[in-house]
């Protein structure tokens, strides 16, 4: 903390200009009383500007309708009035991905069996492309990427399936909907594996990313982690395991337009493969375990720069205290993790919910943001000055879901959850 109060009285004392500003916190939707607490944040960026946020709102008391609602934001107009997308059942689940151009994409689901896939043109709204086993066998949550060239890739999971199967179909202009690919490793069903921590990307070629986690209970338990890929146009590959014998059943993947990606897990480390000129590199540990740790979260920039947070609990405390972020440097390599104070870091649903994140811009400025007692407390590292000091942009509470988005010119857009309702706040880069 003495290293970022030191940074930023430099900064005062120069007169440089600041790189930009936190807006004021604005409610898009406000939850309608007990029981109605809104779900399931997502927000998305495009251009110079423009974002999308997205929720899911219950219909009824006792949570067996749900509504998908939606908002775009444009510079001029600011947030546009919600709008309904969909109605669900009692167990929605959804995924939203969006490119430069604004065109955006969203699975979802819907349990125990349907799967759709909207895409969204700007003037023209939404509108719904694809239906997946509608009445069919049971299946996981979709996942959804969207590429600058308008590829879609969805995944799904088929557990009536024995073994589980990852499911992956791709869309392009004009061709339409591909196949349904098995993507997944083959295991005999004795095993009892299950598939999950699903993630997709694609690139602005059109190249195709997935990974996932997969667990097999056999003489023993035991997790691994998964990838697949395929470039436009040609035949996902064979599956590829990175890992094995890991210790949490989770692992984040984050990736940029120019086909780069990284994956961030924990054993008794913090542990990453980045994936670069086709190959993944072998897994590297970037920063140890204290007491306990939670949640990985990767972040990685058009730059190739990339940072990794984790919420790492001091020895002896009672409550975490510190979001630890581990930047890479295109130029010089993975840095000693940094300590981000937060005080009583939000952990209550760590398993379920997202308290934290963290995007990067294409100059490499990084931006965090995590729940605690003070509310959500946004850091900012800005490449040539350091982190700043943190600033409280809002309140949540113990169960907040918090995600973020950065557009083409470095402005942020973060998205949470309260018991009063959905609320949004922006952060805009000074004109250059």
């Not at 895409?119 to 939404?126: L, N, Q, S």
């Not at 399936?161 to 179909?169: K, R, T």
């Not at 919910?353 to 959500?376: C, F, K, Q, S, Y």
């Amino acid at each position: 903390m003495k290293e970022t109060l030191l940074v930023a009285l430099a900064l005062l004392a120069s007169g440089c200009e600041e790189p930009g500003r936190w807006g004021a916190p604005v409610k898009l939707a406000p939850a309608g009383g007990i029981n109605t607490i809104h779900t399931s944040p997502q927000v998305a960026a495009a251009g110079r500007g423009e974002a999308m946020a997205l929720w899911q709102e219950p219909l009824d008391r006792d949570g067996t309708r749900h509504g998908i609602r939606f908002s775009t934001y444009a510079p001029d107009r600011g947030w546009h009035s919600p709008e309904t997308i969909a109605e669900t059942g009692p167990y929605p689940d959804s995924d939203l991905a969006m490119n430069a151009a604004g065109e955006a994409a969203l699975a979802l689901s819907d349990w125990p069996s349907s799967l759709s896939v909207l895409r969204f043109v700007r003037g023209r709204g939404w509108s719904e492309s694809r239906r997946s086993f509608e009445g069919g066998p049971l299946i996981g949550g979709g996942q959804v990427a969207i590429g600058e060239d308008g590829t879609v890739a969805v995944t799904w999971v088929d557990v009536s399936h024995q073994p589980p199967l990852l499911y992956v179909s791709r869309f392009s202009s004009p061709a339409g909907w591909g196949s349904d690919d098995a993507i997944s490793s083959s295991r005999e069903p004795a095993y009892h594996p299950s598939i999950g921590r699903v993630r997709v990307s694609v690139d602005a070629r059109g190249n195709a990313i997935a990974t996932w986690v997969e667990t097999v209970i056999g003489d023993y338990e035991y997790d691994s982690i998964w990838t697949n890929r395929a470039e436009k146009g040609a035949r996902w590959g064979s599956p590829q395991r990175l890992e094995e014998n890991i210790d949490f059943r989770d692992a984040e993947l984050a990736a940029n337009k120019e086909g780069e990606a990284i994956l961030a897990w924990r054993r008794d480390d913090l542990r990453v493969s980045r994936f670069r000129d086709g190959i993944w590199a072998a897994p590297e540990s970037i920063a140890p375990r204290k007491r306990s740790a939670f949640r990985s979260q990767p972040a990685i920039g058009d730059s190739g720069d990339a940072l990794v947070l984790w919420l790492n609990w001091d020895e002896g405390g009672d409550e975490p205290m510190a979001v630890e972020a581990v930047r890479f440097d295109r130029g010089a390599g993975w840095h000693e993790p940094h300590p981000l104070p937060i005080a009583h870091a939000r952990v209550s649903s760590i398993y379920t919910d997202v308290p934290g994140g963290a995007v990067i811009d294409r100059h490499g400025n990084a931006t965090v943001v995590w729940n605690g007692e003070a509310g959500l407390v946004a850091y900012r590292y800005e490449v040539g000055r350091g982190w700043g000091l943190p600033q409280v942009i809002g309140a949540g509470y113990s169960q907040s879901e918090v995600k973020l988005a950065v557009d083409d010119i470095g402005n942020v857009v973060v998205i949470w959850t309260a018991p009063d309702g959905t609320w949004v706040n922006r952060f805009e880069t000074s004109p250059r």
